[in-house]
C-alpha cells in the first residue's frame, strides 16, 4: 500500500505541474483517387489542477495508513 501511495503522489504532483496535454492527430481531409490530402488536427486535454491535489492527499493519505501498520 505504502508504494501505490508513492506512485499515486508523484502521479498528482505531475497533474498538478501539467495541467494540459496538447497532441496532434491526421485528418483526411480530400481523397481523390491516388490523390490524398491530410493534415495535422491539434487537440488539447485540459484538467482542473485540483484533480492533482486530491491525487497528492490520497497518495499521502495511503502513505501514512501503510506506515502504521
Known sequence: MKKAGIVILIVGVILTVFTSVIFFTKEKVVEIGSLEITRDKKHDLNWSPLIGVTA?????????LGAKK
Do not use: A, H, P, R
Open 56 to 64: 497528492m492527499v490520497v497518495g499521502g493519505v495511503m502513505i501514512w
